[in-house]
């Protein structure tokens, strides 16, 4: 166990949520150091040894970190280079290379625990993987298609009536004028599907008639539930419009949420729930690092004080 040593905030330079658990971590005095690995270069230097004498260190214009000392890793919005002043082939290789030297090395800290391992969380956003995990925990999975065979879209639609689409993963995406796109969740009849959608897997989901979502910010041992009242079938679509409220879970959903976290051995994530007016929860997905920060704003609830004890705590075993 390693619980003197700093905690490493992997992310982006504008990160108002990690700024908020870095607050917390001051405040009990344990000591952060923060980067982006698009900072390497001059302002972020690496250098690991494994073999005879493993060991290394990590340094900052601010921290010279060794990297057996790291108590934890909170892994939260990182950007890697691009290395756009370099030609298309030595962008992609240097990139790899700082994909593979700097992120291999900090996958492989000996003394950190995770909030979250990457390559864990990685195989969490896997939508396919996590329907199987929550049917298989109990939780309430609305029927659900991956498919891209026109006429089995066609009569999952037919079968179901209201039928939405929903994208496998978020991905960047620009317009060819470089207008920013996103994709939301949306209604899709039989006769809007066309041999378009032969060319890849698409997820296509029976539509839950809700009342209102449930986000659910799981860190540790801690469960916060949020009731987000919209009357909009995707909430993300305009958050003025949005209400919220503190709520708790049944037991049974709380033990099958952690359960879900523990079956990809993460320590948080957030979950999306529907419910029905019947009082129903429906399980729509995980997000292994989801957003949270807007939800203490809105709400009060101790998120960030959550994130930073299990951060303070250090490897457990």
């Known amino acids: 166990m390693n619980h ?25 005095g344990v000591p952060v150091v923060r980067f982006d690995p698009s900072d390497i270069g001059e302002r972020l230097v690496l250098s690991a040894r494994f073999g005879a004498a493993p060991g290394g260190r990590l340094r900052t214009p601010s921290r010279d970190t060794a990297l057996e000392g790291v108590r934890s890793l909170y892994w939260r919005r990182p950007t890697w280079p691009h290395f756009d002043h370099l030609d298309g082939p030595d962008a992609r290789f240097a990139g790899a290379q700082v994909r593979h030297g700097l992120g291999g090395t900090l996958y492989a800290l000996p003394n950190a625990r995770y909030v979250n391992h990457p390559l864990r969380n990685h195989t969490a956003e896997h939508k396919p ?7 298989r925990l ?24 209201q039928v939405v689409y929903k994208a496998l993963r978020w991905t960047p995406y620009r ?33 839950v008639d809700k009342v209102a979502d449930i986000r659910v910010v799981v860190v540790g041992p801690e469960v916060f ?22 709520v708790t879970l049944p037991s049974r959903v709380e033990r099958a949420l952690i359960a879900h976290l523990e079956h990809f051995g993460l320590v948080s994530g957030s979950f999306d729930l529907a419910l029905t007016r019947d009082g129903d929860l429906h399980w729509l997905e995980l997000n292994p690092n989801g957003q949270w920060g807007w939800l203490e704003d809105e ?3 101790p998120i960030a004080a959550a994130f930073a004890e299990v951060l303070a705590q250090g490897a457990t075993t």
């Open 4 to 28: 003197a040593g700093p905690v490493a905030v992997v992310t982006e330079v504008d990160d108002v949520t990690a700024d908020m658990v870095i607050a917390e971590l001051n405040q009990h």
């Open 129 to 135: 993987l996590q329907l199987a995990v929550a049917e």
């Open 138 to 161: 109990g939780l309430t999975v609305p029927p659900t298609l991956i498919s891209n065979d026109l006429d089995d879209v066609r009569a999952f639609i037919a079968e179901h009536g």
């Open 175 to 207: 317009r060819t004028d470089g207008v920013g796109l996103t994709t939301w969740t949306e209604p899709v009849t039989a006769d809007e599907v066309d041999e378009a959608v032969t060319v890849v897997p698409h997820l296509f989901q029976a539509r």
């Open 225 to 246: 539930a949020v009731r987000i009242d919209s009357g909009l079938l995707d909430w993300r679509a305009d958050y003025d419009a949005l209400s919220y409220e503190p």
């Open 299 to 301: 709400t009060g609830l």
